[in-house]
Structures are given as C-alpha cells and as structure tokens.
C-alpha cells in the first residue's frame, strides 16, 4: 500500500552538527527501491510522524544514508534514535539530480548548509566516475565552522587535486593562531572562483532557498546557461504521492515534479511573493 | 621583474582601466609582502594605504573581547582590500591579518586621492569600480544577516 | 467504472417509470446488495445519506440558495428531487473525512504493519446532479488515474451504481452551464433519470447508461417515452440552463488568474475571508488531506489515518521557519488559482464544477465568480 512504511534499522548514527546526524540504515525485511542521488524518502517514527528526507548516502549494498536536522517531533525523535532501533521508510519518490548531464562537460555543484546532505549522493557519484566530467568544482557554504557537516568527507575531497573544492562560511572565529583558514563570506561570493568554462557547465545547487536564488543569479551572471541549473525545492509534504495538496507550487507537485528543477522550471514558481 | 604598471594592469580590479591612467596610478604603488599571520592593519590606525591582493589570503575581523576575535570575511588574489582609505576620518575600522602568505601592491591614500583630484576622469573610473564592489559585498553581507542556515547557536 | 455499453444515450430510447418504479429501481439496487446512497431531509437541508426507499426521500422540497444564504421552501408540488443541489456533496463517501491507513505494533527491535483496509462499501448513489458527476469525474483523475492510485479511493469508487438525476430547474448558486458540466449529463451513468410533475402525471423519464443499468430497469415496469415527455423533458433541462444566473468565462479564466497574481482584489477578498475552510469542505473536488500519527497510551500500538485539510489552514505549508503562506491573501489566492488555474497544469482541466456551494456556504458570501469577474474588468491592476 503506498503509505505504507517498511521497517529499517539503525546500524550507525554520526553525529555531523548539535543538531544533525547521519543514520544509517538496513532493511529488516523488504526493500526499498534503490534511490538515486536527490530522491527523498518518507522516514517515520513510529507513532510520531513522517518527514521527508533526502537520500544522502548508499554506502553498500541495501543500506541506506539520511542526514536529518531535528526541528520538529519526528525529526527529533528519529536524530534521537539509538543504533539497533528501527525506523519507517517510505519511497523512493521526486526527481533526481541527472549528474549525467554533466558528461563530457564542467561539473559545479553549490551546497549551502545542510543542503550538502542531498548533494553527497550526487558527489560519491561524480567522484567515482571523475573521468566523465572536465572539471568537478564543490562550493559549500555554512553559517560557521561548526555548522560544516561531513567534515571530515570534505577534508578528503580538499586533498584531492583532480575536485575543485572551496568552502565558506558566514562567520568564524578568528584570532591570532586561525582555527579557520577557509574563507569568510556568502557563498554565492565563490562562484566566481569556480574554475569551469560556464557555457559548458552543469551546475547542480541545494541548499535554503534565498541561497539556491542568489547562487543561480550568480550563475546565470557568470554564463551558465539557465537549463543547466538544477535546484532543489522543499515544501510541507504529508503523502509524497501527489494526494495530499501539500507541497503544490503553482501547478508543480514538488514530490512528483521534484524535488529537483531546471531553473527555468522553477524560478518563476519562486518568484511568486506569498504576502 | 614587472613593474608595478604591469601588475596593475593585470589585476581585475583595474581591467578597463586606461593604459594611461594605470601607468599614472602605479606612481603611488609600491610591492609589499606579509607572511602568513601577519597583521596588515589595526582598527583605528590611520588608513594609509590601498592593498590590492595579488597572491593569498587576508582576513578582515573585528575583536569582541568575550569571544576573542571573529573574522566577517576573507579576501584573495583579485581581489581589493580597505576603504576606509576613501573617506575621512581616514581610519580602519577592522583588523586585517594575512591568513596565508600574503603578496600585494600597496597604493599610497594621500597620493591616490590627490591624483583623482588632479584628473576627475581617472578618479570617477575608479570610484566607479570601488562602488561596483561595495554594491557587492554589500548585498552579500545583507544576506548573511538573514541567517538563511538558522540552527546553530543564535 | 461506470462506462457505457453504447454511444451516449439519447432521448429516442427513454423509458418512463412512475414513483412506483422508481421504489422498484431503489428496492432491486438494495437486493442486489447495494446500499443506497440518496437524498433525504435532515437539519433544516436536503442531505445526502442513506436511504430505504422513496419515503426517505425529500417529497415536496426545494431550496433556496444564495451567497451565505441555504433554506429549504415547500415546494408546490410532491417531486422527490425538487431541490437543486444536496448540501453536501459525495465526496464523504468516496474519499471521506477519516480513513485509517495502518495500525503497526511494536514488536521485538521493530514493527508489524497491518495495512488490510476496511472492506469498501458498495454503493449506489441515486439522483446525483451532472456538476456532482463531473465533481466525482475530476476527483477520479486526482486520486485514481494518477502515478499512484489511492487505494482506499479506488475500492469505493469501483462498481458504484450512479442514478442521475437531470436538472430541471437552476439554483441559486448554480453556473455548471459556463462550466460545461451540466445540467445535464451525457455519459458515466448507470441510468439517468428526468422527473417530470405536469398534466402527464409525476413520472421520471429514464435514460439507460450501461448494460448494468438496464438490468436493473428490466426489473420495473415501464413504458417507452413519447414526444410529449420527450418535449417536455427538454424544456425542463433548457429551464435548468437558462435560469443560471451566475457565470464563470471557463475557456480564460486560467490564464486570467495566472496573469494576475499581483491584482489589488486579492486584498479586498481577504479582507472578508474568514479562512474557515467551508467552501474547501462542501467542495467536490477538493482533495487535500493530511496524515495523523497516534499511539495507544503504551506507545506499542500506532494508527496513522488520512484526515481532510485545508489550503486555508495557517499551518497548511508549514516549514521550520513558519508558514510559506501565512496571509489570508496568500492562501486565498492559492485556493482560487489552484481550482480555477493550475488545475488545468496538473490535470488537463478544471478543478470546478459550478455546483455554487462555496457561494452558498461561504459565511461572508464570498461568490468566486464574482471575484473572477472584478479582476477580469480590471485585468493587469496590481495591487500598490
């Protein structure tokens, strides 16, 4: 039935901020359908609520990665979730990133926050197949350092030399011995250090809203063309099946045409000032 | 060896500019190098100079004696640093230290100020470029006071 | 699915029945284990709800519709379906309001689902008005012909017998005429049926839909229609026509809506709309829902149920900063634009039917042909 959940349970929980964490999950029965990089999945704790979260991970195998910020009850109750419980998922559901555009071409992806989260499958993706790409550049931007999240993932990809990667953050202590030797400042300010040929880039970009608005902007000023910006869009959604009215922007259903857009699908959907 | 001229006309900063006039301006430039940690300026030091940033990386911060020093933003190779330089009272309102080792021309104030007196043209080309910039970080900023991320400590 | 075993059905081959024939036509729908779905009189309004047999239903009742303004009037004569529209709509029975979707217990380290759903009913609706039809039509290509049928729909709606009743007088809040969706239907009825109360006696003239239904025609007496009933047949359904008062332009007014988003009568609507959600729960087409999440007092048991909702509701598109539509305005404007505008994006048509009961059960009298057509003289305002 398709509301209905199927039981996954937690074999690893890593704490990335406060406030977020990374499970990891295996199936106890049945399977879901392997999602591909942007898909989200219904996550449920049991009795508590669903919420829809991207898939951030598939390290192996059946075994599924989500990163969640607790914000409300259910994504507390599942950020709270010792390793060994088991949770609810539902789906795959929504469109997908399409990294495969990107063949033969530049690759540039934009992550602001937690938007990093559903950018990663994309990513692994990328990385384990480098050779179909020219360039790869990875702009990520944060409110602190704190607020990184798989940092210690994006130390990796800071020591390879065959990814471009910069990150950013709103604001970092400073001081005479720099904790933080990254730049300072919004990310939209390091599209114009990505090193692609714009033309013939695609640029996948995730993050708050007002950020993926500026980000692609910043974009389109700087050359790439407007089909070849993708975003994710996030709105309440309750069924994820086109059923419940939720998340409807203009005549799109973001669970069925999205989450992720052609910018030219989108901006004009975003556009629209809800006063 | 280039000369100052040549790493002018080189930098972004200054691309459209006048061969001429980039030639008059180098007058006041001079090579200056930090290693990294050095401090470029203070808060409150007279602005006296014009930096612009041809190899690594400046940190502009403000120091908040309860949370030590908090830098609010990070300048590289093309781009500018310091505007105080522009206006009086002439006085640095934050600390810029060389995060990396830092290579840039250091423009004279009291000698740019005097030749885009000298030469109105040169003086709005390069006042136009400088409110091109403040646009930009200026609008940057602003966002970041929106606090898209949210979460976190407030 | 109600499809019809032949090309629509015309007048040519109508039958007649008389009262008795209809209480025949209800008595065979019951034996053969259908429950019957009508309508009757309850709470000072003609509702729909189960019925028995023809005492059940409102003999001698019409209505008087208007914007916030519903009464029942005596009717001069005994017709059984002399209102215009039912209060509510069949939506309760077909996507009703509540709907449990599993009960899962814990067990062990995780959990058993029971997801069996509750055996569907099997209904016949008799005397369902052509807006109503089509209401039914647009909620099926929502919830049944999409990616995922849902399936709670999809039992109720399979193998319901549909007994039309064509319109012969328009009411108050009507505007299926503009909207080509009445007042009188063609197809995806069982039988259909005309009631006629003149000089020729109270009788109902039948049209057949599907083999299922003239099965259950067989099963009363009839006699063919002739040109007197024919005739008179027609210039009842013109009368339901030409006395529509109320007009919506269906063919512009998507793309008059879409061009308008910043028009200053967003304002002055919200400025009377209360956001109490009648109009969204009288609707027939209106499909929003939530989902509720309980547990029994021990946390081991946990039921999750589909509930109706509301685009009016403050916390309808809530996000973890607040709501993305948090005025009035906002939310109006997403329900209007949504019925009348991107409808036609997600679905290939409308989302109304010109039923009027928005008009009609709006507290404030908020009338969306009204509102269509103040922006329409002003196409292009923006608000300042």
């Not at chain 3, 109508?14 to 008795?20: F, P, T």
Request: proline content about 6%.
């Amino acid at each position: 039935m398709p509301m209905t959940p199927l039981p996954y349970r937690v074999t690893d929980k890593r704490w990335e901020t406060a406030d977020t964490a990374t499970l990891t999950m295996a199936p106890v029965d049945r399977v879901v359908e392997a999602p591909k990089p942007g898909q989200f999945l219904m996550l449920w704790a049991f009795g508590v609520g669903e919420v829809p979260i991207s898939i951030s991970g598939r390290p192996s195998g059946d075994l599924l990665e989500h990163t969640i910020r607790a914000a409300g009850p259910a994504t507390t109750t599942l950020t709270d979730a010792p390793v060994g419980d088991v949770v609810g998922v539902r789906g795959p559901f929504g469109t997908e990133w399409e990294v495969e555009r990107a063949h033969g071409g530049d690759l540039l992806i934009v992550a602001g926050g937690i938007g990093l989260a559903p950018l990663r499958l994309a990513i692994h993706s990328a990385l384990e197949h480098r050779d179909r790409f020219r360039s790869v550049a990875l702009l990520v931007g944060a409110r602190s350092p704190d607020d990184l999240v798989f940092r210690s993932e994006l130390d990796a990809w800071l020591d390879r030399t065959d990814v471009q990667v910069e990150i950013t953050v709103d604001y970092a202590p400073g001081g005479g011995d720099h904790r933080w030797t990254g730049d300072v400042g919004l990310v939209t300010e390091l599209v114009r250090q990505a090193d692609v040929s714009p033309a013939s880039t695609v640029a996948l970009v995730c993050g708050p809203e007002v950020m993926m608005r500026y980000t692609a902007q910043a974009l389109l000023d700087r050359g790439v063309p407007a089909r070849s910006i993708r975003l994710s869009a996030e709105r309440n959604m309750r069924c994820a099946i086109g059923h419940c009215g939720h998340c409807q922007l203009g005549g799109r259903f973001i669970c069925l045409d999205g989450p992720v857009f052609d910018h030219p699908d989108l901006a004009p959907l975003l556009a629209v000032r809800e006063r | 060896m280039k000369s100052i001229a040549d790493l002018l006309a080189d930098h972004e900063f200054f691309a459209g500019l006048e061969p001429a006039h980039v030639e008059f301006l180098s007058g006041c430039g001079q090579n200056v190098r930090f290693p990294a940690g050095a401090t470029v300026f203070s808060e409150a030091d007279p602005a006296e100079h014009f930096y612009v940033l041809r190899e690594g990386k400046v940190a502009l911060e403000v120091h908040v004696p309860d949370a030590g020093a908090i830098v609010i933003a990070t300048l590289g190779a093309g781009e500018v640093l310091g505007a105080s330089w522009l206006f009086p009272p002439f006085r640095w309102q934050f600390d810029a230290l060389a995060v990396t080792d830092t290579a840039a021309v250091a423009l004279d104030a009291a000698c740019l100020r005097q030749k885009c007196d000298a030469d109105p043209r040169l003086g709005y080309a390069l006042v136009q470029r400088f409110a091109a910039l403040l646009v930009e970080r200026l609008q940057a900023t602003r966002l970041r006071l929106v606090d898209l991320y949210g979460g976190g400590e407030p | 699915m109600n499809e019809p075993s032949a090309p629509a059905p015309t007048l040519d081959d109508a039958a007649v029945i008389d009262l008795d024939g209809l209480a025949g036509v209800i008595n065979a729908l019951v034996d053969d284990g259908f429950e019957v779905i009508g309508p009757t009189v309850r709470d000072n309004a003609v509702v729909l709800d189960r019925i028995e047999g023809v005492a059940d239903l409102p003999a001698g009742w019409g209505d008087e519709q208007d914007g916030a303004h519903y009464r029942l009037r005596r009717r001069a004569d005994e017709a059984v379906f002399g209102f215009t529209t039912p209060a509510t709509s069949w939506k309760p029975f077909l996507h009703p309001s509540r709907e449990v979707l599993f009960r899962a217990r814990r067990d062990g380290g995780g959990f058993e689902v029971d997801d069996t759903p509750e055996p569907a009913p099997r209904y016949a609706f008799l005397g369902v008005r052509s807006c109503d039809l089509a209401g039914i039509g647009v909620q099926d290509r929502v919830l049944r012909s999409g990616n995922v049928p849902d399936p709670g729909y999809a039992a109720r709606r399979d193998g319901v017998f549909i007994v039309v009743a064509q319109c012969g007088e328009a009411g108050g809040t009507c505007f299926c005429a503009s909207m080509a969706t009445g007042p009188t239907s063609e197809a995806g009825f069982d039988l259909a049926i005309t009631e006629l109360v003149d000089g020729g006696g109270h009788r109902f003239v039948v049209q057949t839909g599907s083999e299922r239904g003239a099965g259950i025609l067989g099963r009363v007496p009839i006699r063919p229609a002739d040109e007197t009933d024919r005739g008179a047949t027609r210039r009842a359904w013109e009368r339901a026509e030409g006395e529509q008062t109320r007009r919506l332009p269906a063919a512009e007014v998507a793309d008059l809506l879409g061009r308008n988003l910043e028009h200053p009568r967003w304002d002055d609507v919200a400025s009377r709309c209360l956001a109490c959600t009648n109009c969204t729960m009288v609707c027939p087409t209106c499909f929003c829902g939530t989902v509720e999440d309980t547990t029994d007092i021990t946390g081991t048991v946990a039921e999750r149920s589909r509930t109706w909702d509301s685009c009016f509701t403050l916390d309808f598109t809530h996000l973890v900063g607040g709501p993305v539509r948090a005025s009035v305005r906002a939310r109006y404007r997403q329900w209007l634009t949504h019925k009348l505008s991107t409808w036609f994006d997600q679905f290939g048509e409308s989302g109304c039917v010109g039923c009027g009961r928005c008009i009609a059960w709006c507290p404030v009298a908020i009338d969306l042909t009204e509102e269509v057509a103040a922006i329409q003289r002003s196409d292009g305002a923006v608000r300042s």
